[in-house]
């Protein structure tokens, strides 16, 4: 008599990206000097849509746009990239790289003590709507080059790397 178990990772490795990559958000945020307090007060809303975008496979990117309130200019930008298909194969393994985003804040550059941010996802078309969560457009990069610093956290199948932009 042969006995398997089979366990559905998907929930917690959804659960546990999402949650990592809202947290990578305030590290880049406090790391770059900027207050957090615009983050916290709709960090229910933004896991939320994270994990549900995640859950569904919707979710391509998660941006933060760090910008010049006064004249509304990109100063530097970071991208989470999602991939759903990282390791197909996993063992259900839950990673999490913070020294990643620290590597990318350093790299990005120092920012301005005035400077705002805004947060964006990109979805695939016709992904759930999520409450608190609505059509907006990125700032331009021109000038700015983007690079990438490698993978930031994992669970299951998914992934993330961090890319910046200076």
């Not at 200019?73 to 991208?79: A, H, S, W």
């Amino acid at each position: 008599m042969t006995t398997a178990v089979h366990v559905n990772t998907q929930t917690y490795s959804t659960t546990h990206v999402a949650v990592n990559l809202v947290r990578g958000l305030k590290q880049l945020i406090t790391g770059c000097g900027m207050d957090a307090s615009k983050l916290l007060g709709c960090w229910r809303t933004v896991e939320l849509g994270v994990a549900t975008w995640l859950r569904y496979s919707q979710l391509e990117r998660l941006t933060l746009e760090v910008y010049d309130p006064n004249t509304n200019v990109l100063v530097t930008r970071f991208d989470f990239d999602i991939d759903h298909g990282y390791y197909p194969g996993g063992d259900g393994e839950l990673w999490l790289d913070p020294e990643t985003v620290a590597y990318a804040i350093r790299k990005a550059g120092a920012v301005p003590s005035k400077c705002s941010y805004d947060i964006f996802a990109r979805t695939t078309p016709g992904s759930v709507k999520v409450d608190g969560w609505g059509a907006g457009t990125l700032r331009s990069t021109s000038g700015l080059r983007r690079r990438g610093v490698g993978a930031t956290v994992g669970g299951g199948s998914l992934g993330a790397t961090l890319n910046y932009w200076s």
